[in-house]
């Protein structure tokens, strides 16, 4: 049988690999994605659907990246997943000094009168201004993921739409979950997940 799925976490989210740039991973959440798939059912559910005739583009995608640079390519995949620290600032323990500000590499962070003020819309929620700050007044309000769906190259390539949110490890797990039975449920011989996805949209998998 041929592999149905593939998965893929970036060098920077492996263990003992060093990245400048990444947030942590655990070092078997891979395995964790690839036992989710499994018990989903999809790769019994692809060999009858398509047999002999399944084809490398049918291949479910997971590509995970442990900082917003996307070394794995998480926005083309059929899910993308890319760690995330949405950073709070401890105005009280601020010094006023811009290393955060200079080490943001979105211009998300601007110092004014003396405090740190943040722009949400531009913030990718990487962490490095926590990293930069010498008093240790930023930290993680919540750490996890940011989740983006439906990405594809082919004849009609588009980038993944990114879920609503920030989510745990374990919430991502049952999110590749419910859109692998989105896929299955609303299948259509040989299309795949990305084309589907255009239509249903990620509502029903945010559903309880």
Same mark, same amino acid.
């Given at each position: 049988?041929?592999?149905?799925?593939?998965?893929?976490?970036?060098?920077?989210?492996?263990?003992?690999?060093?990245?400048?740039?990444?947030?942590?991973?655990?070092?078997?959440?891979? @395995?964790?994605?690839?036992?989710? /798939?499994?018990?989903?059912?999809?790769?019994?559910?692809?060999?009858?659907?398509?047999?002999?005739?399944?084809?490398?583009?049918?291949?479910?995608?997971?590509?995970?990246? @442990?900082?917003?640079?996307?070394?794995?390519?998480?926005?083309? @995949?059929? /899910?993308?997943? /890319?760690?995330?620290?949405?950073?709070?600032?401890?105005?009280?323990?601020?010094?006023?000094?811009?290393?955060?500000?200079?080490?943001?590499?979105?211009?998300? #962070?601007?110092?004014?009168?003396?405090?740190?003020?943040?722009?949400?819309?531009?913030?990718?929620?990487?962490?490095?201004?926590?990293? @930069?700050?010498?008093?240790?007044?930023?930290?993680?309000?919540?750490?996890?993921?940011?989740?983006?769906?439906?990405?594809?190259?082919?004849?009609?390539?588009?980038?993944?739409?990114?879920?609503?949110?920030?989510?745990?490890?374990?919430?991502?797990?049952?999110? /590749?979950?419910?859109?692998?039975?989105?896929?299955?449920?609303?299948?259509?011989?040989?299309?795949?997940?990305?084309?589907?996805?255009?239509?249903?949209?990620?509502?029903?998998? #945010?559903?309880?």
């Amino acid at each position: 049988m041929k592999e149905k799925y593939s998965v893929e976490v970036c060098r920077g989210g492996k263990g003992g690999v060093q990245c400048h740039f990444a947030l942590f991973v655990s070092e078997d959440f891979a @395995a964790k994605i690839e036992k989710t /798939i499994e018990k989903s059912g999809w790769p019994d559910f692809a060999e009858e659907q398509m047999g002999e005739k399944f084809r490398g583009h049918n291949v479910f995608k997971v590509r995970a990246a @442990a900082c917003p640079n996307g070394c794995t390519r998480p926005h083309i @995949a059929d /899910i993308g997943l /890319i760690r995330a620290c949405v950073p709070v600032f401890e105005h009280s323990q601020c010094i006023g000094c811009g290393e955060c500000a200079s080490a943001c590499p979105d211009d998300a #962070l601007n110092i004014v009168d003396g405090r740190v003020v943040i722009t949400r819309e531009k913030c990718l929620v990487c962490g490095q201004c926590l990293e @930069a700050c010498p008093v240790e007044a930023v930290s993680c309000a919540r750490s996890g993921w940011r989740v983006l769906m439906g990405g594809r190259l082919g004849r009609h390539p588009r980038l993944g739409s990114e879920l609503p949110g920030v989510y745990t490890s374990e919430e991502v797990l049952e999110l /590749i979950e419910k859109a692998l039975a989105l896929y299955m449920n609303n299948y259509e011989y040989g299309k795949r997940f990305g084309l589907i996805f255009d239509k249903t949209g990620y509502e029903p998998i #945010l559903e309880d």
